[in-house]
């Protein structure tokens, strides 16, 4: 049974940037996309990009464009989010979710569903 | 970007009665490849989301057959035919149809 692990909380300055990491434990990524998903204190979910580790292609919201980086280390299992010019908006639980791959084709292929879920890093930006 | 919306906001419900909520997509959510990438989520409280049902309908693996999932094109339903106290969460439908991904702003089922 896979299972997604992801790094710990984490407590940032304004003005700086995060890593976390979530890892597939019992399994590996293979045919599988990674997104990473974001819950503010007592909000919603909100998809903040993803990445198909085959291909290594990312993809982002545009609203999280020039200060997120999605990457991948198939060899560990590993997906990583780093998220800089953290602001204290970005106070939230940080999720990776596993996401099966539809039809493939040039390179690209249909998301599926978020099947598998990590436990979630809290992050909370503060000065 | 394609906007979700589900209604109600609020379900209050007695133990062993039906459920149901709604999502209306702003667009179809059939893709090229002739699937429809909707799906829902449930999220206990404390815990993070957990997958429910799939492409519309489908019952994902170790979720109770009390939990359904029906609608077409821009339509969607869920529906619970006899609610259980560990069933008390949010709810969320999500599209994976076109990037970006998006969800709808939850319902939440709480016992009356």
């Known amino acids: 049974q896979v299972q997604l692990v992801q790094s710990g909380a984490e407590v940032k300055k304004p003005g700086s940037s995060v890593k976390v990491s979530c890892k597939a434990s019992?399994?590996?990524?293979?045919?599988?996309?990674i997104s990473w998903v974001r819950q503010a204190p007592g909000q919603g979910l909100e998809w903040m990009g993803g990445i198909i580790p085959i291909f290594g292609t990312a993809n982002y919201a545009q609203k999280f464009q020039g200060r997120v980086t999605i990457t991948a280390d198939e060899s560990t299992s590993t997906a990583y989010m780093e998220l800089s010019s953290l602001r204290s908006e970005d106070t939230a639980v940080y999720y990776c979710?596993?996401?099966?791959?539809?039809?493939?084709?040039?390179?690209?292929?249909?998301?599926?569903?978020?099947?598998?879920w990590g436990q979630g890093t809290m992050v909370t930006v503060s000065s | 970007d394609i906007v979700m919306t589900q209604t109600p906001l609020s379900s209050p419900v007695t133990l062993g009665q039906p459920a149901s909520i709604s999502c209306r997509s702003s667009q179809s959510l059939v893709h090229s490849d002739g699937n429809t990438y909707l799906s829902w989520l449930q999220q206990r409280p404390g815990q993070p989301p957990r997958l429910l049902i799939y492409k519309i309908s489908n019952r994902f693996s170790g979720v109770p057959d009390r939990f359904s999932g029906s609608g077409a094109g821009t339509d969607f339903t869920l529906k619970i035919s006899r609610v259980e106290a560990e069933d008390v969460g949010v709810y969320y439908c999500m599209q994976a149809t076109q990037i970006p991904l998006t969800f709808g702003g939850g319902t939440k089922v709480e016992i009356k």
């Open positions: 979710a596993r996401v099966p791959l539809g039809y493939c084709s040039g390179g690209s292929c249909s998301l599926e569903t978020f099947d598998i």
């Open positions: 019992g399994g590996t990524f293979s045919s599988y996309a």
